[in-house]
């Protein structure tokens, strides 16, 4: 049985990148440390990995209890992993708040333009006139010495100890649906609630994301854990598929974020 069918074929590189990490680990004896991922990429991993592996051992960490962008370890069973083997550093800079407003694609477009890949970046925390962001250790000089403007907005990073990451955890509104399809349009109308056109029109303008990919399918068929998100609405989930009602809608439970 080919462990690729169990995944959708988008994310067969990835999986093809995992297979490659684990069978060198397993070759080596040396661990595996990975740049940030998203927590459908972590997902990917314990499945492929997981806890029934005897051999090798899967940890992940971003930062805080409530990180959602991790940077993941995979190492023998008997490797010590300590929060300092995933090379994480904080940068925290306060800003004007009473002056200029920050938002987070704001601190990441601002990142970005320094020609640094998306993937050396964790969690962003911006709010009440200071900025968080963990990052890669290996790039943390480089960021705090050439990110000193944001939307013209002076800043000075330092580097701080994790125990100082403000942390908020994540709410989750849920409800239960009825839907005519698992379709990644229908899904959104009935989230977000739009009408049909209005949500093929965000997904084709590429607005909508699932699992922190841009689709512009409208047609793709979503599953139980999937993460969605529509720009300037906020983000949701498909948490459960619950069965069929008499007249043949699906019967779903969704999440969105407060």
């Known amino acids: 049985m080919s462990i690729y069918q169990h995944f959708r074929k988008e994310e067969q590189p990835f999986i093809d990148q ?5 069978e060198h680990v397993e070759r080596t004896f040396q661990m595996k440390l990975t740049d940030f991922l998203d927590p459908r990429e972590q997902q990917i991993i314990e499945a492929i990995i997981g806890p029934s592996n005897d051999e090798l051992q899967v940890q992940s960490y971003g930062g805080g209890r409530h990180s959602e962008r991790k940077r993941v370890i995979i190492a023998p069973y008997y490797e010590d992993v300590t929060a300092a083997s995933f090379n994480l550093t904080l940068l925290e800079g306060k800003y004007a708040e009473k002056f200029v407003s920050l938002s987070h694609p704001d601190v990441m477009g601002a990142f970005l333009s320094l020609g640094i ?23 943390a000089p480089y960021v705090s ?3 000193t403007n944001v939307k013209n907005s002076s800043i000075n990073l330092d580097s701080k100890d994790l125990s100082h990451l403000i942390e908020r955890e994540l709410e989750w509104i849920e409800s239960d649906k009825t839907v005519s399809s698992l379709r990644l349009d229908a899904i959104v109308k009935a989230i977000y609630h739009l009408s049909r056109k209005e949500a093929a029109d965000f997904i084709e303008k590429k607005l909508v994301k699932v699992n922190f990919k841009i689709v512009e399918d409208g047609k793709m068929n979503l599953e139980s854990g999937d993460m969605i998100s529509l720009r300037g609405r906020g983000r949701s989930k498909l948490l459960h598929i619950n069965g069929r009602t008499k007249k043949n809608k699906l019967k779903i439970t969704t999440a969105l974020l407060k």
């Open 117 to 139: 890949e998306r993937k050396k970046l964790g969690d962003i925390f911006v709010e009440n006139g200071m900025i968080q962001i963990v990052v890669a250790s290996e790039i």
């Open 145 to 147: 010495v050439n990110l």
């Open 18 to 22: 995992v297979l490659s990490w684990r």
